[in-house]
């Protein structure tokens, strides 16, 4: 069974304690296995009396494929449930798999922004060092030194006791 579907119940339940007489009434009480079938009916009946649920699943490229077909598959249905209103929003790398699951549902794509995104964070790295060339200025070594870093950890490298010779300095 899936553990996204469980732990889907177990999340609005914990949300939405009104409800739980519900769940204790039709299903624990009954004492019903736990199995697909009964945790699928229990989380379309919670969503069919919750007003407005949002679903996020962030990252969901970083579980194994087979993973993200089987959450997809149970998931994505929850959009269609009758009474509330259910809203599912998945954020993802662009993966084969996710991709032809998500390919006739509306998508936000930040592929054609990179240029703009890329132009967004030069600004802001602009910014954040002329802040530091005014605090710094008159150490101009200190400066190129911290510049020099700075340009190292970009590149993924992480330059030895830097900071720590920095701040015993007199």
């Known amino acids: 069974m899936s553990e996204t579907m469980r732990s889907l119940a177990a999340q609005l339940l914990r949300a939405n304690r009104d409800i739980m007489p519900y769940a204790f009434e039709n299903y624990s009480n009954k004492a019903l296995p736990a199995s697909v079938q009964h945790v699928r009916k229990l989380l379309l ?18 579980y194994p494929e087979p993973q993200q077909r089987s959450m997809l598959t149970e998931i994505l249905p929850l959009a269609k449930v009758t009474g509330g209103q259910c809203k599912v929003l998945i954020s993802s790398r662009d993966v084969p798999v ?16 990179y240029s703009g995104v890329d132009e967004d964070i030069q600004s802001y790295l602009n910014e954040a060092l002329q802040e530091l060339k005014e605090r710094f200025e008159g150490k101009a070594s ?3 030194e ?23 300095r007199t």
């Open 45 to 62: 009946d919670l969503l069919g009396m919750i007003q407005e649920t949002l679903i996020f699943i962030d990252g969901l490229d970083e």
């Open 98 to 113: 996710i991709a032809n699951k998500m390919r006739n549902k509306p998508l936000i794509s930040l592929r054609d922004e």
């Open 142 to 144: 200190d400066m190129d």
């Open 146 to 168: 911290i510049l020099g870093v700075i340009t190292l950890k970009a590149d993924g490298m992480h330059p030895p006791n830097f900071f720590s010779a920095l701040t015993h």
